[in-house]
């Protein structure tokens, strides 16, 4: 069966700091990727999304980026955080026999202080 | 481009009474559609689907949900609320792979209902 990891599970880091989140898919091999994030009351927002190793599509400008070194693996960085960057970021991927039905990590919360 | 409206960000109901959760689409193809649930501080949770086959689409926890052309539609309910129940929920859009479009899988998502179920 296919799993999906997302680390750290929480995280607090300082205005300015870098970041770096990770997530890992089991299972299943070629899945397309994607990063949301979810603020208080705002819904999910697509950020990035992967349809292969070092494809990478943003969806709107943004202090972060994306980066898919493996197949199964799909990180989210930024160089420098700002206050805004705060939220849960989730990962998902889909398999493309599955009706562009999306599966869910269990998300990072991060809060920038 | 594809869109979701959700209505009404919150709804509260009496543990036992049906659920009625509303959500509206718009997109140039015959879409997908998908309810998800989410828990606090929790990933989205997969609750049903509609992929062209019964418009009368069945879930887990009792849930179902009605594809309705004609209304733009695709509401979900449950006949009888339990306290388990309290949680986000989120309507999702997606265009079939098939559909000559670039969608790559994306989702497009309303903005999320939250249910409280009151003793």
């Known amino acids: 069966s296919q799993t999906i990891h997302q680390w750290p599970a929480t995280l607090v880091q300082p205005v300015g700091s870098p970041l770096s989140l990770e997530c890992t898919v089991e299972?299943?091999?070629?899945?397309?990727l994607y990063w949301y994030r979810q603020a208080a009351g705002r819904g999910l927002q697509l950020l990035f999304y992967?349809?292969?190793?070092?494809?990478i599509s943003s969806e709107v400008p943004q202090n972060l980026s994306a980066s898919r070194p493996q197949d199964r693996q799909f990180i989210l960085s930024s160089k420098k955080l700002l206050l805004s960057d705060s939220g849960f970021y989730l990962c998902?991927?889909?398999?493309?026999?599955?009706?562009?039905?999306?599966?869910f990590g269990p998300g990072t919360r991060l809060t920038v202080l | 481009a594809q869109s979701v409206t959700q209505l009404g960000s919150h709804v509260s109901v009496s543990e036992g009474a049906l659920v009625l959760l509303r959500c509206n689409y718009s997109?140039?193809?015959?879409?997908?559609l998908f309810w998800y649930v989410q828990y606090p501080n929790q990933g989205l949770q997969l609750l049903l689907k509609?992929?062209?086959?019964?418009?009368l689409v069945k879930g887990i926890n009792g849930f179902e949900a009605e594809f309705k052309k004609s209304e733009t539609s695709f509401h979900l309910t449950k006949p009888s609320a339990h306290m388990s129940d309290a949680a986000e929920y989120f309507c999702?859009?997606?265009?079939?792979?098939?559909?000559?479009?670039?969608?790559?899988?994306?989702?497009?998502f309303g903005q999320g209902t939250i249910l409280t179920v009151h003793p």
């Open positions: 992967s349809v292969g190793i070092g494809q």
């Open positions: 299972g299943t091999s070629n899945p397309n």
């Open positions: 509609y992929t062209s086959a019964a418009t």
């Open positions: 999702a859009v997606s265009e079939p792979l098939n559909a000559g479009g670039t969608s790559y899988g994306k989702l497009t």
């Open positions: 997109s140039s193809v015959p879409p997908y």
């Open positions: 998902a991927w889909v398999g493309l026999a599955a009706y562009n039905e999306q599966f």
